[in-house]
Structures are given as C-alpha cells and as structure tokens.
C-alpha cells in the first residue's frame, strides 16, 4: 500500500511539473502573435466568393488605373501565390482546424484575427475560432478594422464584443486585459481617441468593462504626438514592406522602442515574409519585397529580436492579396500568369516561422 501511494505522488508530482512547463510554454508563445484574416468565402460554404476574386484596386490619382474590374475567382485569384488549400471559406470548420494546427506548427501564441464589427462577414464565425483555437491551445485576439466612423460607434462594437466573447477561455488576455489591435488608427483625431482612452475622458472605457490594452498603428515619423495625446497603451507597426513607411523600417525600430519605454507604452514590432501585391494594385510596384528563399523574413525577424520586445507580430498567416502569408502556397500558372511560389517546399513559411520564433524566445 506504501508503494502505491509513493508511486502516485509520483505521478501527481510529475503530471504538476509537466502543467506547469505547458503553461510556461504557453505564455511564451502568446508574445509572438499572428495577423490572420477570415474574410474569405467560397461557394459550397457561404453561397458565393469572398475575397478570391477581389477588385483590382484603381490608384488615388491616376485613372489609367481605374475600372479594371475584378478576378474570377477559382484559378484566377486577386493575390500573387496561390494557396494549398483552393479557394477555401473562412467558416468552414475543417479549414479552421487545419489553419490552427499549421500556426501551432509555426510556433505562434496568438492570433489576431481580423474584426470588422457584429454584423461582418468576419464575426460569423469568431465563436468557432475561439473553439477550436481552444484545442490547440491557442489565444484569440482582435484587430480593429477601420469599419466605424466615432469612437461613440466603435465603443457600441466593443460592447458587443465583450459582451458576446471575452468570457471564453481562448480569448486572449494580458495581465486579465484584451488586447485590441486598432487598425489605421491615425484616421481618428487624438483628441478623439483620448475621450474614449484616457481616464478622464467623456466616454472613457478605463475601469469598465471595456477596458484594455488598445495598441494603435504607428505609421509616419511624427506619430509620436499621436501617441502623446491619444491614450493608446501601445503601438504596432503592422506592414510587412521595409522602408514603405517611417514604422515598418526597421533601423527606426530602436528609436521607436525607446519612446515606448520613456512614455511606459508597449511596443510590437511587426515582421513579414515578403510583400507583393500586384495583381490587386499594378501600380504598387514599388513597395514588392522579394522573399529571397526566407532571407528577408529572417532580416526582419533579426531586426524585431535587436530591440528586445515584449512582443513580435507577424504580418500574416493569410493575407493573400498583399502576399505577406506563411500559409502553404502551390506552384500555378493560368493563361498567361504564373503565380509566385515557395520553392520546393508549400511549408517552408510555417517551418521557418518556427524556426525564428524559437529563436527569440529562446532564453527568456
């Protein structure tokens, strides 16, 4: 009888420390979060494409641009890759679970998923995420699209939001706080934002319900005073294009860094793969980024790593039009179209995505 009770404290001992490595683990692999987008549809699951056939957008300026209509869908796509998996749909479940188990492979905590309010295409099917999520043991977090006009309307969404999801056990939490992710946040003024962020403000969420960690974008040089007046409790860089604007170029990283510090805001440098978007916007050959077979993410990821943060975001798991996803993409050609690829291997993003986030949480 001795023995027996020897061997299950054993066991209990061992099973705790074991739980006690997965939750380390875990929370380790909540600061490196992912952008991921669940506006797409197909035809067997939503009645009709979403995303896949894309407008090809017209320049801001120039008409030469303007009215070339839009892609097909099926082979013909608006993105620059093609991906593995087919013109799939963001609300099928067995899409869901292959997606959650390929960005477990890669090595990532927490996915932000793209939010364009409760009556979306996008909110459809955010309590499946939040499931299966779940059994990967995976975080849910949101990114704000810029879908509402006041803050009066996004404070009436994010009711909505809390209301409906934050008490389910993948909803991501810092220190029992969301995270919000506020696309083009800029497009509100600051003094605007401080009625809803800072503490004093008219329609404060400080000590309510809707209180969070709101990290806004920081795009231009001078988003510093943005920053100063607005509340944000942090800033993201988001764009996976180095040098495209003052945030996503990287050897301004360090200063950036040291502004959150000195103002005690968080900082989240955001790092891609690569970025082409052509076949949406032909005019924006500019700002293409080659891959160079996984060398410009690793540069990006490097640069991330120098200026030790708190977090890492990723840009993206699937954002095909802008081609910055580590999703599996396929060789393809059609007519007279050749889709880029990955070379030998559809996973190499995921692999390597697994690679360097290993390597900056390695000792921490």
Same mark, same amino acid.
């Given at each position: 009888?001795?023995?027996?009770?020897? /061997?299950?404290?054993?066991?209990?001992? &061992?099973?705790?420390?074991?739980?006690?490595?997965?939750?380390?683990?875990?929370?380790?692999?909540?600061?490196?979060?992912?952008?991921?987008?669940?506006?797409?549809?197909?035809?067997?699951?939503?009645?009709?494409?979403?995303?896949?056939?894309?407008?090809?957008?017209?320049?801001?300026?120039?008409?030469?641009?303007?009215?070339?209509?839009?892609?097909?869908?099926?082979?013909?796509?608006?993105?620059?890759?093609?991906?593995?998996?087919?013109?799939?749909?963001?609300?099928?479940?067995?899409?869901?679970?292959? $997606? *959650?188990?390929?960005?477990?492979?890669?090595?990532?905590?927490?996915?932000?998923?793209?939010?364009?309010?409760?009556?979306?295409?996008?909110?459809?099917?955010?309590?499946?995420?939040?499931?299966?999520?779940?059994?990967?043991?995976?975080?849910?977090?949101?990114?704000?699209?810029?879908?509402?006009?006041?803050?009066?309307?996004?404070?009436?969404?994010?009711?909505?939001?809390?209301?409906?999801?934050?008490?389910?056990?993948?909803?991501?939490?810092?220190?029992?706080?969301?995270?919000?992710?506020?696309?083009?946040?800029?497009?509100?003024?600051?003094?605007?934002?401080?009625?809803?962020?800072?503490?004093?403000?008219?329609?404060?969420?400080?000590?309510?319900?809707?209180?969070?960690?709101?990290?806004?974008?920081?795009?231009?040089?001078?988003?510093?005073?943005?920053?100063?007046?607005?509340?944000?409790?942090?800033?993201?860089?988001?764009?996976?294009?180095?040098?495209?604007?003052?945030?996503?170029?990287?050897?301004?990283?360090?200063?950036?860094?040291?502004?959150?510090?000195?103002? $005690?805001?968080? /900082?989240?440098?955001?790092?891609?793969?690569?970025?082409?978007?052509?076949?949406?916007?032909?005019?924006?050959?500019?700002?293409?980024?080659?891959?160079?077979?996984?060398?410009?993410?690793?540069?990006? /990821?490097?640069?991330?790593?120098?200026?030790?943060?708190?977090?890492?975001?990723?840009?993206? /798991?699937?954002?095909?039009?802008?081609?910055?996803?580590?999703?599996?993409?396929?060789?393809?050609?059609?007519?007279?179209?050749?889709?880029?690829?990955?070379?030998?291997?559809?996973? *190499?993003?995921?692999?390597?995505?697994?690679?360097? &986030?290993?390597?900056?949480?390695?000792?921490?």
């Amino acid at each position: 009888m001795k023995h027996l009770k020897n /061997f299950l404290l054993i066991l209990i001992c &061992t099973f705790s420390f074991s739980k006690t490595l997965a939750q380390k683990e875990t929370a380790l692999r909540d600061k490196v979060q992912i952008f991921y987008y669940g506006w797409y549809g197909n035809l067997q699951t939503d009645g009709s494409l979403k995303h896949w056939n894309h407008e090809i957008i017209p320049h801001w300026n120039n008409p030469k641009w303007n009215n070339l209509g839009h892609y097909k869908g099926g082979d013909d796509i608006g993105a620059n890759f093609y991906p593995a998996l087919g013109n799939y749909s963001s609300n099928d479940k067995r899409i869901i679970e292959k $997606h *959650m188990q390929m960005m477990k492979d890669s090595g990532v905590g927490v996915v932000v998923i793209s939010w364009l309010g409760k009556d979306s295409f996008t909110d459809k099917s955010v309590m499946q995420y939040l499931d299966i999520a779940q059994r990967f043991n995976l975080k849910i977090a949101f990114h704000i699209e810029p879908f509402y006009k006041t803050v009066t309307e996004l404070r009436d969404q994010l009711s909505y939001l809390v209301t409906t999801y934050s008490q389910h056990p993948a909803f991501y939490k810092k220190d029992g706080k969301p995270v919000y992710y506020v696309y083009d946040s800029y497009k509100i003024a600051p003094e605007e934002w401080s009625k809803l962020l800072s503490e004093n403000g008219e329609k404060t969420v400080r000590n309510t319900k809707l209180d969070a960690l709101y990290i806004g974008l920081w795009v231009e040089k001078n988003d510093s005073a943005f920053f100063d007046k607005s509340g944000f409790d942090g800033f993201y860089t988001y764009f996976a294009s180095e040098g495209f604007v003052f945030g996503s170029t990287t050897s301004n990283w360090k200063d950036m860094a040291q502004y959150a510090k000195d103002h $005690h805001l968080i /900082f989240i440098p955001c790092v891609g793969p690569g970025y082409s978007d052509t076949r949406i916007r032909p005019w924006n050959e500019a700002n293409f980024k080659s891959r160079d077979n996984g060398k410009y993410y690793e540069k990006m /990821f490097d640069a991330a790593i120098k200026v030790n943060p708190e977090f890492i975001g990723i840009t993206s /798991f699937n954002e095909w039009h802008e081609g910055t996803q580590i999703e599996p993409a396929i060789p393809k050609k059609i007519d007279n179209f050749i889709y880029e690829d990955y070379g030998k291997d559809p996973w *190499m993003y995921i692999k390597e995505t697994k690679r360097l &986030t290993d390597k900056f949480l390695k000792g921490r």
